[in-house]
């Protein structure tokens, strides 16, 4: 079993509308969530970070965090064309924020107009 | 202020060969990961190193070694290039505690032929 998993899609999201992401994860003792946005032939850039249970919202973007059920997911509101890109979910595995960060193999969105 | 940059950009090699990645952070960051990306996956992370003086291996190690040079710089140096190996190579370092974000360089691709 992966550390990290997602779909990895494609999923076709119409414009306007809500785009979910989900992605779980097997170390228990994982701390932080990240959401990267990758769009093709560019580096990854930090979206959305989460470390406590619940919702975190900014802007379009809410991640949702489940540590019981070790899930983390990634909602776009009002989804544009600019977000279709593949979304990486990355999770601090143990305790310390010195520890090492882990991929899934991400999921690629797009937008239909 | 220059982020993470990374040397080479581009590289072709052959069976065998031997080549150093460079990547430097002017951010006063610790913490410094190496990872690998092939086509239609997510990041695998080869090493990382918390602090300087420190590595540690990731879930790719072999066929590589790190060097942290300081604080700054963290080498991967492949010693005998194989064909397994063309992917492209992104560095990152990271912040920590407050808002953690990890920012990455622009990329190294490798062809191993």
């Known amino acids: 079993q992966k550390e990290v998993e997602q779909n990895s899609g494609p999923l076709s999201v119409p414009e306007g509308a809500i785009a979910s992401l989900n992605c779980t994860y097997s170390?228990?003792?994982?701390?932080?969530f990240f959401w990267y946005r990758q769009y093709s032939g560019k580096s990854p850039e930090l979206i959305m970070f989460?470390?406590?249970?619940g919702d975190k919202e900014d802007g379009r973007f809410t991640a949702q965090l489940n540590k019981a059920s070790q899930y983390v997911s990634l909602l776009i509101r009002d989804s544009q064309p600019s977000d279709s890109a593949t979304y990486l979910c990355?999770?601090?595995?143990?305790?310390?924020?010195?520890?090492?960060?882990?991929f899934g193999s991400g999921t690629r969105l797009s937008i239909r107009p | 202020n220059a982020g993470v940059t990374q040397t080479p950009k581009f590289q072709v090699l052959k069976t065998g060969q031997s080549m150093t990645l460079q990547c430097a952070q002017d951010?006063?960051?610790?913490?410094m990961y190496w990872y690998r990306q092939d086509p239609g996956m997510g990041l695998r992370l080869i090493y990382y190193?918390?602090?300087?003086?420190?590595?540690d291996k990731g879930e790719v190690p072999n066929g590589y070694n790190v060097s942290r040079l300081n604080k700054r710089e963290f080498s991967l140096r492949l010693e005998s290039a194989a064909p397994s190996q063309t992917s492209v190579y992104f560095c990152a370092s990271r912040t920590r505690g407050g808002v953690e974000t990890q920012y990455f360089g622009p990329g190294t691709r490798l062809l191993v032929l």
């Open positions: 951010m006063n960051h610790n913490s």
């Open positions: 989460i470390y406590s249970n």
């Open positions: 190193s918390a602090s300087e003086g420190t590595t």
């Open positions: 170390d228990r003792g994982s701390q932080s």
């Open positions: 990355a999770v601090n595995t143990g305790y310390s924020s010195a520890s090492k960060i882990i």
